[in-house]
């Protein structure tokens, strides 16, 4: 084709958000003399889990970019286009300006954001959450003209982006279906903190609501529920992602149940020499080997690393045991951690189980000044003793701390384990040894079983 470029390289990663970035860098790292190249559809890429704090704690998209001076400086090449159509059989990759021919070629396309089934989403001043830097900004400025501000759904992304618009100085509703926030990853006792600790700060929280349309004359000018009616200036859709598996799709990648492509344990799909990674793909759980939509960062940069890895031969071994869905967010000094299955989820599953709550000040002694109380949950099969699940609330010790419970789930850790878990700390570092709470758990669960 005229004013088209043909190039070749030996990898060809579509995608540059974490885990097109990790499978680029990790395939330079294992295969130095391999030409790797990177498409990427905007120039300037967004860092996903920061997206929520542009609104209040950044101020500003320009603090949220996600970088890629690292994987460059490594060797990996960077291309800023659209890839429009991809030829398996033939092993090329075309955009409007260039025919790519590759000899590995890795999907990390991500995701986009599911709009509900209710009338109204289409007027002016019904957003979504977009992952892209031209529809943040967009959204930015529009917030800065409201007042009042309802955002649909309470998972991660909702109660986030609800808080720091709140820090923006805006009257904000929360509205979610369930009967409490976050009710993917923490039982009910833990999503009403997050809700309690929202109230506190002027947020309007409704749960078990159902929202039944948008209206407004051409522009949003109230959200309409089963059982009454929010006014609202502008509304902010977060009811959840799909993966993109456009590309996907038209080259005939098997896809699963939830429509994400289906991979094996070294991230390789169905199609000859296409692997996929991130929020594209379809997840399975740790636990009940059930299909799900699990799409995190952390998890996207684990299949990059495995993918890239493994691209022209087996070098690192993966026992695919599904995905843990290891979580963790903050409001106003409020941190909560989850791993593995909540013990509402898990006995809806079948699974005979024994919990066990602690308290304990993540300092010691309490007096401390940066101190904060750990309250944490631990939930264990009763039969076998295996634990399965663990939420945590406190400060930010959470955020290691949850990660520590999902080594020790992934490892098939048993309370006996834990309760002997041996530890080090530090007064201005950890929980006293007398009441660890991950041993004091574990001990009380034993005593139950």
Avoid: W
Wanted: with cysteine.
């Amino acid at each position: 084709m005229r004013g088209v470029k043909a190039v070749k390289y030996d990898v060809v990663v579509v995608g540059g958000g974490p885990g097109g970035l990790i499978t680029a860098a990790t395939a330079k790292k294992n295969y130095p003399d391999k030409s790797v190249l990177l498409v990427k559809k905007e120039k300037i890429g967004m860092v996903p889990c920061g997206i929520p704090y542009i609104f209040g704690t950044l101020g500003s998209t320009d603090k949220n970019v996600l970088p890629t001076a690292g994987v460059e400086k490594l060797g990996v090449e960077i291309m800023v286009a659209e890839v429009r159509e991809i030829d398996p059989n033939k092993k090329i990759v075309k955009t409007s300006e260039s025919v790519i021919e590759y000899e590995k070629l890795v999907l990390a396309t991500g995701s986009e954001p599911v709009l509900p089934g209710i009338d109204g989403v289409d007027l002016e001043g019904v957003f979504t959450v977009s992952k892209y830097k031209d529809d943040l900004d967009k959204l930015l400025e529009a917030l800065k003209k409201a007042e009042r501000v309802v955002v649909i759904g309470g998972g991660f992304i909702g109660v986030e982006v609800t808080d720091e618009i709140r820090k923006m100085g805006k009257k904000v509703t929360l509205i979610e279906l369930m009967d409490h926030l976050l009710p993917a990853a923490f039982d009910e006792e833990f999503g009403r903190m997050a809700e309690e600790k929202l109230r506190e700060h002027g947020v309007e929280v409704l749960t078990g609501k159902r929202v039944k349309s948008i209206e407004g004359a051409s522009k949003v000018e109230k959200v309409v529920l089963e059982d009454g009616e929010v006014k609202a200036d502008l509304v902010i859709l977060s009811t959840g992602y799909r993966p993109r598996t456009t590309l996907a799709k038209e080259i005939g990648i098997k896809l699963g149940e939830t429509g994400g492509v289906l991979t094996d344990e070294y991230m390789r799909t169905s199609v000859e020499d296409v692997f996929a990674v991130g929020d594209v793909v379809e997840h399975v759980c740790f636990f009940t080997r059930k299909p799900g939509r699990l799409m995190l960062a952390s998890t996207a940069t684990f299949e990059a690393r495995v993918a890239g890895a493994n691209l022209f031969k087996l070098r690192v071994l993966r026992t695919n045991k599904g995905n843990l869905g290891i979580f963790s967010t903050s409001i106003e000094g409020l941190t909560l951690g989850a791993a593995g299955c909540n013990e509402k989820m898990i006995k809806e599953e079948g699974f005979e189980v024994v919990s066990a709550v602690v308290e304990a000040p993540d300092r010691h002694p309490g007096s401390i000044p940066d101190v904060s109380k750990i309250t944490m949950k631990l939930v264990f099969s009763k039969e076998s003793g295996h634990l399965l699940g663990g939420q945590v609330a406190g400060g930010k010790s959470v955020g290691e701390i949850i990660n520590m419970i999902g080594m020790a789930i992934q490892k098939g850790m048993t309370a006996a384990e834990l309760a002997t878990l041996q530890i080090g700390t530090h007064p201005l570092l950890t929980p006293a040894p007398t009441v660890y709470p991950i041993v004091t758990a574990a001990e009380k669960a034993l005593m139950s079983m």
